[in-house]
């Protein structure tokens, strides 16, 4: 049974307005959660991280909001660009598993200029 | 510095061939990792070692074996391969368990088709 739920296999936005990436967790163990970007033929890149003990946290345009109760989590991307079209992987850490990562399904989101 | 390198990017296999993917890293990373990542999947993990001379199972490990003789490289083999391991495979590393300061370093992957 997937731990990591990413609903949503693609989002198309419009360049310069808000994309909204959604997760869902099944483990109340998780410790953190991140999010990682993938563009074709590269692999994974870390994007922003959020602890388990927090709601929000922010880097720039990507901002992740947690919400424990509801073991859901989103990426905010504001202002969307083009250079923005990857897929996105939310990732959740369990600190008792030799610090493994597991990883989602990947959203696919494309942003038209 | 080069990161993760993977060898080969791309390779096809026939039904039962074995062949190795190498994964070289320049980090002086104790913790390396195998994932494999099929449409609609996500990454999944196969194997990973926490040091030189260690290996450990993930999720997924039927049908590989790891090797990590040297430091900087962690060998996936596929001794028999099979139309199910057609997959893009990819090699990640970090200095120590996994933590959202520290994130892991990916390869940019190996293509891999099973005919």
């Known amino acids: 049974d997937q731990q990591v739920k990413q609903n949503s296999p693609s989002l198309s936005v419009q360049e310069g307005r808000i994309s909204i990436l959604n997760c869902d967790y099944t483990?109340?163990?998780?410790?953190?959660f991140l999010w990682y970007k993938k563009y074709p033929a590269e692999g994974p890149t870390f994007l922003i991280s959020?602890?388990?003990?927090?709601d929000k946290n922010e880097d720039g345009r990507f901002t992740v909001f947690l919400n424990k109760s509801a073991k859901h989590l989103s990426l905010h991307i504001v202002p969307s660009q083009p250079g923005d079209s990857a897929v996105y992987f939310c990732a959740a850490l369990d600190g008792g598993s030799q610090g493994n990562l597991i990883f989602g399904k990947g959203t696919k989101l494309s942003v038209k200029p | 510095n080069a990161g993760v390198t993977q060898t080969p990017k791309f390779r096809v296999l026939k039904t039962g061939q074995s062949m190795t993917l190498l994964c070289a890293q320049d980090?002086?990373?104790?913790?390396m990792y195998w994932y494999r990542q099929d449409p609609g999947m996500g990454l999944r993990l196969i194997h990973y070692s926490v040091g030189e001379g260690t290996t450990a199972k993930g999720e997924v490990p039927d049908g590989y074996n790891v090797s990590r003789l040297k430091k900087q490289n962690f060998l996936l083999g596929l001794e028999s391969a099979a139309p199910s391991q057609t997959s893009v495979y990819f090699c990640a590393s970090i200095n120590g368990p996994a933590v959202p300061q520290t994130p892991l370093h990916f390869g940019n992957g190996t293509r891999l088709t099973v005919t």
């Open positions: 483990n109340s163990m998780f410790d953190y």
């Open positions: 959020i602890s388990s003990i927090k």
């Open positions: 980090m002086n990373h104790e913790y």
